[in-house]
Structures are given as structure tokens and as C-alpha cells.
């Protein structure tokens, strides 16, 4: 939506870490998620954030959350080719309607 | 716990006609939701149910739409005289109560119209 912005591709070579940005509109955002999405199936939840929290790490993920600029990174290490996929991050300021932003194409080469 | 179930996966029908979805969220999920996904954009929110209850509809969801979950398990989304503007993937979502507990989705449904 246009509540949420990304950046439409990402190009990275396999084995560096790749970096997914987000912005939000919303200050009342409570909820930040990111989700991944591969050719022809749903969204997987990958990772998930609450406002009151600036940072959390999950195996290769890292999520970055600054407020005050209401801006949402995903760092992911070591990129593997199965990494390639489209990602979204979305936000929520209640727990049931999320918006998403269009996604970031992130291609891994080798 | 074998995920969000969708069915079909693919639906290809005329113009005019009705088609319905269904969905299985995961079982102790008590929370289904509904969301479209057209190409190259990310999913908007359509509707969703706490139990049975339709808690919220989207402006998206025109009366030519109508979602059910009559027994708080399953749910459908049916399409009534469906138009070209409808193709897309129609994606099924279930979660825990609450506090933030993270949606997860289906494979979805996707609907072409011609």
C-alpha cells in the first residue's frame, strides 16, 4: 500500500549479506512483520517485530527497527541462491489489517 | 499442524459466472483472514473473523462478495457475477488471538477471469 514503501530489487552475490528497506507512514504502527514470497506460492512469515523493540535476531535475520524515522530493515547473512524471492514487509497499528508494501525482488548470483 | 489449506489453487472461469474459495487455517488458530494480492503489489486486507464472527470488511469487498465461516473452522469467499477486474490471487490467512500474533498464509487461490 502506500502506507509502506520499498525499494523494488535487490541484486546480491551469494554468500554477502543482503539489506531490505522499509518505510511506514503510520506512527501508530505497533506490528512490523516481513514476509517472503516465492514464484507461485503465499506469503511465508519470516520474521516479526514489535515497536518497543529496536532489534531482533533470528539465525541469519536480523530486524532493524528505527521509530523515530519509522524506517524497518532485514538483514540477511550469508545469502543463499534459495534466498531469492520477493520479500514484504508490512505493518500494523491493530492486530488483524496489515499493509504491505509492493515487495523487494531480491536475485542472488553466484 | 499442516498450515493454511486452499482450495483450489487455480480457478480460470467466464465472466459473469460465480466461483467460491475455501480455506482451512491452522486448527487451534482462532482468527482467519482474507487478503488479494494483484500482480506486483502486496496483499490488501479484505476481511477477517474471530470464531464465526466477521469482525471487519474491507471497502475492497463489494457486495458482489460475501465470505462465511460458519462454524469458526473453514471458511469461503464467494464471487458473485464475476468481472475481469477479480483476477487475482486471493490469499487465506489464520492467526492466534491477538496481541500481535503473526498471520500465517496459505498458498492461495488464483483466479483468472476471461
Known amino acids: 500500500g502506500e502506507d509502506v514503501e520499498q525499494s523494488l530489487f535487490l541484486s546480491v552475490r551469494e554468500g554477502d549479506s543482503s539489506v531490505i528497506n522499509c518505510t511506514y507512514t503510520d506512527s501508530s504502527s505497533t506490528y512490523l512483520y516481513w514476509y517472503k514470497q516465492e514464484p507461485g506460492a503465499g506469503l511465508q512469515l519470516l520474521t516479526y517485530?514489535?515497536?518497543?523493540?529496536d532489534m531482533k535476531q533470528d539465525q541469519r535475520l536480523t530486524v532493524l527497527l528505527n521509530k523515530k524515522d519509522k524506517h524497518l530493515s532485514l538483514r540477511i547473512a550469508d545469502t543463499q541462491t534459495g534466498d531469492s524471492a520477493i520479500y514484504f514487509c508490512?505493518?500494523?497499528?491493530?492486530?488483524?489489517?496489515?499493509?504491505f508494501g509492493a515487495g523487494t525482488t531480491v536475485t542472488v548470483r553466484a | 499442524d499442516t498450515g493454511v489449506s486452499q482450495d483450489p489453487r487455480h480457478k480460470i472461469t467466464k465472466r459473469g459466472q460465480n466461483v467460491t474459495f475455501r480455506c482451512d487455517p491452522i486448527s487451534e488458530h482462532n482468527r482467519l483472514y482474507w487478503y488479494r494480492q494483484t500482480l506486483g503489489q502486496g496483499p490488501e486486507f479484505l476481511t477477517y473473523?474471530?470464531?464465526?464472527?466477521?469482525?471487519?470488511k474491507s471497502r475492497l469487498l463489494s457486495d458482489r462478495f460475501s465470505a462465511e465461516r460458519p462454524k469458526g473452522s473453514f471458511s469461503t469467499l464467494e464471487i458473485q457475477r464475476t468481472e475481469q477486474g477479480d483476477s487475482a490471487m486471493y490469499l487465506c490467512a489464520s492467526s492466534l488471538d491477538g496481541g500481535g500474533s503473526p498471520l500465517h498464509f496459505g498458498n492461495g487461490t488464483r483466479l483468472t477471469v476471461t
Open positions: 473473523f474471530q470464531n464465526e464472527a466477521q469482525l471487519e
Open positions: 517485530i514489535f515497536s518497543n523493540m
Open positions: 508490512a505493518e500494523s497499528s491493530n492486530d488483524y489489517k496489515l499493509s
